[in-house]
């Protein structure tokens, strides 16, 4: 296993387009997180799932932003009528419940809305 | 008051120097404590993680946690040019999801 992987790595859109990413988490990984992060800031967290179950999601995420993660593998998140403020690095995260370090970051998806 | 502080530098250290990178959280509920180091255009790497009072080491880096401060530091010890980054600091809350919250980095440069 080569760790979590995301697609795409980078993403031009217009605004008002709706937009997709991926997120593949290390295979034995049951939590996945979404986190976003602009220039000079840490990353901020956005949603999470354990398995299947979405179990919180930000309070600072728009409802344009949704997330899913059908069979607890794979990860989709959805930004519709993008706007310039969505601009930012896009950046998934996997761990495995009961189990330390801590979490393992993808490459991330970085977004530009033109 | 931000939940996790840092300073975001850049600290400027030579080549072989220890050093040393500080943090403060806010929520004397959080249980776990991260280092992430990030190079510019990359995403996040796991380096260190503590969860008791004291001093943890692993390699050139020792993580330190003193809970009743409210604070975590980390050190890095004959510091290289590689090391040239961004250091995030993380927190989480046991019961929470393990979600981070992170504070704004602090740029670390080693100069030759």
């Known amino acids: 296993d080569t760790g979590v992987s995301q697609n795409p790595r980078h993403k031009i859109t217009k605004r008002g387009q709706n937009v997709t990413f991926r997120c593949d988490p290390i295979s034995e990984h049951n939590r996945l997180y979404w986190y976003r992060q602009t220039l000079g800031q840490g990353p901020e967290f956005l949603t999470y799932f354990q398995n299947e179950a979405q179990l919180e999601k930000s309070r600072l995420l728009s409802d344009r932003f949704s997330a899913e993660r059908p069979k607890g593998s794979f990860s989709t998140l959805e930004i519709q009528r993008t706007e310039q403020g969505d601009s930012a690095m896009y950046l998934c995260?996997?761990?495995?419940?009961?189990?330390?370090?801590?979490?393992?970051f993808g490459p991330g998806t970085r977004l530009l809305v033109l | 008051q931000k939940e996790v502080e840092q300073n975001s530098g850049p600290l400027s250290v030579p080549e072989g120097a220890i050093a040393s990178l500080n943090c403060t959280y806010s929520d004397r509920g959080s249980q776990s404590f991260f280092w992430y180091r990030q190079y510019s255009g990359k995403s996040p790497e796991l380096i260190m993680s503590i969860y008791s009072n004291g001093d943890k080491e692993d390699g050139r880096f020792t993580a330190q946690l003193n809970k009743a401060s409210q604070y975590v530091s980390l050190l890095i010890r004959d510091s290289q040019p590689s090391d040239s980054a961004t250091y995030l600091c993380?927190?989480?809350?046991?019961?929470?999801?393990?979600?981070?919250?992170f504070g704004t980095g602090t740029q670390l440069k080693v100069e030759l």
């Open positions: 993380a927190v989480s809350l046991t019961g929470g999801g393990n979600k981070l919250t």
């Open positions: 995260a996997s761990s495995l419940v009961g189990t330390p370090p801590g979490e393992y």
